[in-house]
T-cell receptor
Framework: SAVISQKPSRDICQRGTSLTIQCQVD?????MFWYRQQPGQSLTLIAT?????????ESGFVIDKFPISRPNLTFSTLTVSNMSPEDSSIYLC??????????FGQGTRLTVV | AQSVAQPEDQVNVAEGNPLTVKCTYS??????LFWYVQYPNRGLQFLLK??????LVKGSYGFEAEFNKSQTSFHLKKPSALVSDSALYFC????????????FGTGTRLLVSP
């Protein structure tokens, strides 16, 4: 399995501010996936990030709200912009290691007050 | 489109008894199927997967799952439950035609009583 380091593990933020979540993987991966898990709910894919190109967003998610960077093959960031209480969720990154693999970071528990 | 159904929000079982957490799926073509567990305040931990081959897949912590193509099911099982198995369990599916995103079920909370 991949070693995935996600930071911060949790944060409490004021509404209207932004938070950048980092995901570091111990080996190069082609694609990085970012998921959101709202309280009491399942995981929903936010976007898929490839190095050197813009991320591909799922329906209901937009780049202005969730900008993603992918500067190299081992690192990605997700920013939650202009936060509101509805953004309180767990955010998880998942590096692509082939279609038969799917591992996740420990997640970032975000609370917006 | 891919989808996963976990029909039970919660499963209650006594310690030492066998447990089953149900999962059915819908996918075009053949599926890749996964089970994950989430403990409180933790990320998702991989339990097991079905890619091809034997229908009975063995995974971590004594869990296993049986792939049934005719019933489009992938139920998670364990012969003897532990209190420490109490957690949230997610089933997920991905089609094996090219790259498809991973789709998750709504999760089933397993509560094992002493």
């Amino acid at each position: 399995s991949a070693v995935i380091s996600q930071k911060p593990s949790r944060d409490i933020c004021q509404r209207g501010t932004s938070l950048t979540i980092q995901c570091q993987v111990d080996s190069q991966v082609t694609m990085m996936f970012w998921y959101r898990q709202q309280p009491g709910q399942s995981l929903t894919l936010i976007a898929t990030a490839n190095q050197g190109s813009e991320a591909t967003y799922e329906s209901g998610f937009v780049i202005d709200k969730f900008p993603i960077s992918r500067p190299n093959l081992t690192f990605s960031t997700l920013t939650v912009s202009n936060m509101s209480p509805e953004d309180s969720s767990i955010y998880l990154c998942s590096p692509e290691r082939g279609v038969t693999e799917a591992f996740f970071g420990q997640g970032t528990r975000l609370t917006v007050v | 489109a891919q989808s996963v159904a976990q029909p039970e929000d919660q499963v209650n079982v006594a310690e030492g008894n066998p447990l089953t957490v149900k999962c059915t799926y819908s996918v075009s073509g053949n599926p890749y199927l996964f089970w994950y567990v989430q403990y409180p305040n933790r990320g998702l931990q991989f339990l097991l997967k079905y890619i091809t081959g034997d229908n009975l897949v063995k995974g971590s912590y004594g869990f296993e799952a049986e792939f049934n193509k005719s019933q489009t099911s992938f139920h998670l099982k364990k012969p003897s439950a532990l209190v420490s198995d109490s957690a949230l369990y997610f089933c997920a599916v991905r089609a094996n035609t090219g790259f498809q995103k991973l789709v998750f079920g709504t999760g089933t909370r397993l509560l094992v009583s002493p």
